[in-house]
């Protein structure tokens, strides 16, 4: 646990030069605003399910390219920062558009984990290379996560939900 915020800190740094990045669009939601959303009122199950997947986010970030060089870079920081940070491979999905790789770190119990790293990596056009980083950490339930995912990677979810 003492060690927990010091990968939480290292990995943001890392991943954030991205944000900042000509040809990069990123999204970036922090505890804070997490916090917010699961104060707002709202009814019906897929709502309260919603709300409960948000309070334990403490962060969520997306950085996309169509840049092959930053793709390419983008690849090189993923393999750097598993080196260093002990995630588990969960699977990879290869078909002919694009490799995915999804990454965790345990957490409280088999459903639970504390960090989700993926990576997709758009093998189909070199001259115009496409690459997606998703890292959100907190204490996420794998079986809700599709859902705040699957907007941001089509068709992610469904891979998510198998597990």
Do not use: C, W
């Given at each position: 646990?003492?060690?927990?915020?010091?990968?939480?800190?290292a990995?943001?740094?890392?991943?954030?030069?991205?944000?900042?990045?000509?040809?990069?669009s990123?999204?970036?939601v922090?505890?804070e605003?997490?916090?917010?959303?699961?104060?707002?009122?709202?009814?019906?199950?897929?709502?309260?399910?919603?709300?409960?997947?948000?309070?334990?986010?403490?962060?969520?970030?997306?950085?996309?390219?169509?840049?092959?060089?930053?793709?390419?870079?983008?690849?090189?920081?993923?393999?750097?920062?598993?080196?260093?940070?002990?995630?588990?491979?969960?699977?990879?999905?290869?078909?002919?558009?694009?490799?995915?790789?999804?990454?965790?770190?345990?957490?409280?119990?088999?459903?639970?984990?504390?960090?989700?790293?993926?990576?997709?990596?758009?093998?189909k056009?070199?001259?115009?290379q496409?690459a997606?980083?998703?890292?959100?950490?907190?204490?996420?339930?794998?079986?809700?996560i599709?859902?705040?995912?699957e907007?941001?990677?089509?068709?992610?979810?469904?891979h998510?939900?198998?597990q």
């Amino acid at each position: 646990m003492v060690a927990a915020p010091f990968f939480a800190i290292a990995q943001s740094s890392l991943f954030d030069k991205f944000e900042d990045m000509n040809d990069v669009s990123s999204v970036i939601v922090n505890k804070e605003a997490f916090k917010m959303l699961s104060k707002f009122k709202g009814s019906g199950p897929e709502v309260k399910e919603y709300m409960d997947l948000v309070q334990n986010i403490e962060s969520f970030r997306v950085f996309t390219t169509e840049n092959s060089a930053i793709a390419s870079q983008m690849s090189v920081t993923i393999d750097s920062y598993l080196k260093s940070s002990k995630l588990t491979e969960l699977m990879r999905i290869k078909d002919k558009d694009a490799n995915v790789k999804i990454y965790i770190r345990q957490g409280k119990d088999e459903n639970h984990v504390n960090e989700l790293l993926m990576f997709v990596n758009d093998m189909k056009n070199k001259t115009n290379q496409q690459a997606v980083i998703l890292s959100l950490t907190g204490s996420i339930d794998l079986n809700k996560i599709s859902t705040l995912v699957e907007p941001h990677i089509p068709n992610s979810g469904k891979h998510l939900k198998k597990q």
